[in-house]
């Protein structure tokens, strides 16, 4: 009974031993993976900065070899076109190309003149080309404005991806409609071309509101709000197109027009209008 007992204690210290040999062996393997993956981000980090230095250095290297063959062969920028400029202004572009007339022509660095221009507001994409023997051409394409972003009482111009192109003063732009909304920018250009499809219903928009991030109201010239469905909006807008052509609803006894039901037509109308139907008498 005693041996079985001692075998026993030793069988239970052998599996003691086991597991603590186990977990030692479990956490070397977890610092050695640690270990593995610092090395690997700092390895990776040390890479791209040499990645990144020897580009910088390969750049500026060729830059100053073209500068050296500009000079000996006398290559240096006498004239720069540019292409595509409405609304950017002459001095910011000017200030942001930096080019100097008279200084070798294989020296520009266009890649950082691109970097530069495309910083500007207007500008939505640019390309610039060495025309030898003396001349820059810069190609702008410059961004399309699509609506006035009315935001803490204050009108902003955006494009058709909804970038903000510069903060408005004064009357600027009243041609385009004002678009309200914490996400409207980023949705205007598809209601907006919806809208687009009934031209004459279209030339009275004055502003749209993006409605919980789902919907639109439509404000016309004379303050009639029309509320759009969620789907179907194009439908919704060549109905309400065909209908004032016939009856002329959008007139000035009108408040707003409901749109949000499938196959309904809720016209509200003004207090004034609405008592005198009421009256005996009348008929609607």
Known sequence: MRSLKKRGNVKRNHQFFGWKHLSSASGLRRRLLWSLFIMAFVVIGITTFQVSYVKR???????????????????????????????????????????????????????????RISNLPWVETVKIERQLPNRIIINLNERQPIGRWQRDGQLSL?????????????????????????DAPKK??????????????FDRVNALTFVTGR?????????????LPEHGVDKAWASLATIEKGHKVLGKDVIAIDMRIPKKFIIKLTPAKAADIRKPGKTT
């Open 215 to 227: 919907r639109w109201d439509v404000s016309l010239d004379n303050k009639i709000n029309i509320k």
């Open 57 to 115: 250095y390969i750049n500026s290297a060729i830059t100053e070899v073209g500068r050296s063959i500009s000079n000996a062969t006398g290559l240096l920028v006498v004239d720069v076109l540019v292409n595509g400029r409405k609304k950017t202004k002459k001095s910011s572009l000017l200030s942001a190309s930096n080019i100097k007339f008279g200084e070798p022509i294989l020296g520009v660095d266009i890649n950082a003149i691109q970097d």
């Open 158 to 182: 955006i494009d058709q991806n909804g970038f903000v192109i510069s903060i408005l003063t004064h009357d600027m732009f009243q041609n385009l409609p004002i678009i309200i909304g914490k």
């Open 188 to 201: 205007a250009q598809k209601i907006l071309l919806t809208l687009k499809q009934e031209p004459l219903l």
